[in-house]
């Protein structure tokens, strides 16, 4: 058996590239050259080509033929056409902004997605609902179009070693900087679905093991079990030995947790992986909590250059005095408020449904 992997050695390629090689599938990856991987072995060929052009993607792989084609990379609406007649089955790898309100929640009605995000939920229909929104949508069709049988997997935010976005830096920075607080909107209660990279790439994987149970259909991915941003923050300063105090600020106050929210607001988006689950018996190869952990003492270890590409991306800029200046006015404006809630009789109760203990 033969595979292709269109890209490969991104953060997630190493993973579904060894996944195949232990599969027996004799495996090649087709790249544009500018990013090589030292966690893919040597004997794996390489074809270099511009993976944005189905064109170039049909001269370099003229006369070849393989039993599966899996597509991480690349301008996949052009791909999935050009790889007609060269495979004959394929995976493609995509993301959740095809869902109506990914970008703009408060678009919907009433505003938010839905929690969670099934795969049957609304999809863009039109560039009104933002241009990105709309290509990820109209490749999803293109996909099927092309290949009526393809499996399409949707990567959530995906996390873990050499992410291009890597949002847990913005926690690490902090505690390697030795700050002791954090600024969190809503107290970070707010859930993204994440997926560690091992995670996805076993996802993917599990289509390959799948065919016939998932043809032609698109699957939400992410780690079975997820953190909010709270939850994320404990883990990662426990990782690292740390502690950090979560300054919970309304979301219109929180300007530092923009990097860490990656969203013009802080609702939920939170997508089911069942079908992924019941149809292609995924299940995730490492904790959620393990692997987050393991990703903080990554960065530990690698830390990132001050200024770097990633935290350009990131757009954080760790200006640790303004922070220090938000905290304070925060602190004064809770003690005044605080100071003026006096009630003329009791104080609201949590209903008697609860069994009476102090929070």
């Known amino acids: 058996m033969r595979a292709l992997v269109v890209g490969g050695t991104g953060p997630s390629g190493p993973f579904i590239v060894r996944g ?17 991987s030292n966690a893919i072995s040597a004997d794996i060929e390489h074809v270099h080509t511009d993976v944005r052009s189905g064109d170039a993607v049909r001269r370099s792989l003229a006369g070849r033929r393989f039993d599966v084609a899996i597509v991480t990379y690349g301008r996949l609406r052009e791909l999935a056409p050009a790889l007609v007649g060269i495979a004959d089955r394929l995976v493609s790898v995509g993301g959740f902004p095809a869902f109506a309100g ?52 949707r990567y959530p935010i995906v996390y873990g070693p050499a992410q291009p976005v890597p949002r847990e830096w913005c926690v690490v920075r902090r505690i390697l900087d030795g700050r002791r607080t954090i600024v969190l909107p809503d107290g970070g209660l707010t859930i993204d679905t994440r997926g560690y990279v091992e995670n996805v790439a076993h996802a993917v994987l599990c289509a390959i093991d799948q065919p016939a149970a998932g043809a032609g ?22 990782a690292l030995g740390s502690e950090l105090e979560i300054i919970g600020l309304p979301y219109s106050l929180a300007v530092p947790a923009r990097p860490l929210v990656m969203s013009p607001n802080s609702t939920h988006r939170l997508f089911s992986i069942e079908p992924l689950r019941h149809d292609l018996g995924y299940r995730d190869v490492i904790d959620a909590v393990e692997a987050t952990a393991r990703t ?10 001050a200024g770097g590409i990633e935290e350009r991306i990131l757009t954080d800029p760790f200006d640790y005095d303004a922070e220090d200046r938000l905290i304070a006015s925060w602190r004064r404006a809770e003690v005044e408020v605080r100071s003026s809630l006096v009630f003329g009789g009791a104080e609201p109760g949590y209903t008697l449904a609860y069994d009476g203990r102090d929070p």
């Open 217 to 238: 259909r698109a699957y939400n991915a992410g780690d079975e079990t997820q953190l909010t941003l709270h939850q994320l923050v404990m883990v990662i300063a426990a």
């Open 296 to 305: 903080a003492r990554w960065y530990s270890d690698h830390p990132l250059p």
């Open 102 to 153: 990914y970008w703009d929640a408060s678009r919907l009605s009433p505003p938010g997605l839905p929690v969670p995000v099934r795969e049957e939920a609304e999809k863009v229909t039109s560039e009104n609902d933002g241009p990105k929104s709309a290509r990820v949508a109209s490749t999803e069709a293109a996909v099927f179009d092309a290949f009526p049988d393809a499996i399409h997997v």
């Open 20 to 36: 195949l090689r232990a599969r027996a599938y004799d495996t090649a990856i087709l790249h544009r050259g500018t990013h090589e």
